[in-house]
């Protein structure tokens, strides 16, 4: 059964207008202020806190909008949104890779900010900044990652996978193990295959740790037709109905924490904020759960980690757009992306943070950023600016159909790289 595309425009705009979620207190004086905020679970609440925080101190109104948990249902969404430019939305939390789809409609907030810019990770500072404008402050930084049943590597012997063969290994082994004990459902390597942006990310860590490059080169060549993405492809669909259930091809992020966290696999690839969940006191995995680095290819390949995460921007249709700042300062501060590492497991955007070492005590994952052997892999949406949907897209359709065993590697490569190259001399991509 094949999840259905998400719901017209005008539906998902009503539905999630309908889902804002209170109003935190102010006194009437006060100002009403609208965030959407908040992908998973935990992050809503988190967000929910800290705007709250936010109202008290200073007497206004924050609104929470709940916008979909896909990210790409949300930029649909915040598309909408700015394309009529609705007052009502003043705070947005926006993806790593829309800066350049959505700057036109985000305020520059560099003037105002100053030096306090120096504060945040200048990569992502750069990232943000589109045509010389600051248009989102970095919130949470965001690195695919590997969490496995340390539990069960333990009592088979089995160390924690380096590469694909490893893993593979490890995974056959552990599912075979569960399987004679009659447990059916147990896979042993699941991740995120429905053609959404998640896809996207899991397709540039297999590219990543093959050396086959970023689907679309810095100086925007396009060079997803290579051998070694088309073994790193093939690898992948090769797992399908042997260690990776067919079920993969409908799962998102969410599907894939609940499936692991459940007892139901050995190995995922999720984001940090799995951590967290898997860790939270009712999680059934409480304890038996490790994380490293996604394994990389064969010789001298790095382990690959797309790099995603999220940013908060004020629109420019805001009628409150000092007190907007004012707000994402706050949820920006050391303290709050402090507290949402400690209970979330979001890692800060803000350097000093990741010397903390009571940070770097509780939440393991982040060590991991600093192996020599990582290569965080970004999306091309720098290169390519506001068609990076469009990419995306097409990325996602011609790789389901490869591991949907609709279409050939061989043949699909060739005609993915066509239109790609064929956006880029439109003019569309740049
Ligand atoms: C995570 C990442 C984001 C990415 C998304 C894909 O939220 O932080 O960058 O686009 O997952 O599902």
């Known amino acids: 059964m094949r999840r259905r595309h998400a719901n017209t425009l005008g539906r998902l705009t009503a539905v999630c207008l309908a889902l804002v979620a209170g109003v935190l207190p102010g006194p009437a004086a006060g100002e009403r202020l609208t965030i959407a905020c908040g992908r998973f679970a935990s992050e809503y609440t988190l967000c929910r806190e800290a705007a709250q925080q936010w109202a008290e101190a200073t007497g206004h109104e924050v609104r929470l909008l709940a916008p979909p948990e896909a990210a790409d249902d949300r930029l649909a969404l915040f598309q909408e949104l700015l394309g009529v430019r609705a007052r009502q939305l003043d705070v947005l939390e926006i993806d790593i890779v829309w800066p350049g789809m959505l700057g036109e409609h985000l305020l520059d907030l560099g003037p105002e900010l100053g030096t306090a810019v120096e504060d945040f990770e200048p990569a992502l500072i750069t990232n943000n900044t589109v045509r010389g404008r600051l248009v989102a402050l970095p919130w949470f930084l965001d690195l695919g990652l590997l969490f496995y049943r340390r539990d069960l590597l333990e009592a088979a012997d089995l160390a924690v996978p380096e590469t694909w063969a490893e893993l593979e290994d490890a995974a056959t082994v552990l599912q075979d193990g569960r399987r004679a004990h009659g447990d059916n459902r147990f896979w042993g390597y699941i991740w995120q295959g429905w053609t959404y942006e998640g896809l996207t990310c899991n397709v540039m860590e297999w590219l990543g740790s093959w050396g086959g490059g970023q689907i679309i080169s810095r100086t925007g060549r396009v060079t997803i037709d290579n051998p070694h993405a088309a073994y790193a492809l093939k690898r992948a669909a090769d797992w399908l109905g042997i260690i990776s259930p067919e079920a993969v091809l409908v799962q998102t992020e969410p599907e894939s924490l609940a499936q692991f966290r459940a007892g139901h696999a050995a190995f995922m ?36 980690a797309t790099l995603g995460g999220w940013q908060l921007a004020v629109s420019r249709y805001s009628e409150h757009p000092a007190l907007a700042l004012d ?12 507290e949402r590492a400690l209970t979330g497991s979001y890692i800060p955007t803000r350097p000093a943070l990741l010397q903390d070492p009571e940070l770097l005590d509780a939440e393991p994952y982040l060590a991991l950023l600093t192996r020599p052997e990582l290569a965080l892999v970004a999306r091309p949406s720098t290169p390519v600016g506001d068609a990076y949907a469009t990419v995306s897209k097409l990325v996602q359709r011609a790789v389901f159909r490869i591991l949907d065993e609709q279409a050939k590697v061989e043949t699909t490569l060739p005609a993915l790289s066509a239109e790609l190259d064929q956006l880029g001399r439109a003019g569309v991509a740049r």
């Open 269 to 304: 690839r999720n984001w940090p904020y799995a951590w967290a969940e898997l860790n939270a006191p009712q999680s059934p995995v409480r304890g038996k759960v490790g994380v490293a680095l996604l394994p990389r290819g064969g010789g001298d390949h790095p382990h690959g």
């Open 327 to 338: 707000l994402v300062r706050h949820l920006t501060s050391a303290a709050v992306q402090r």
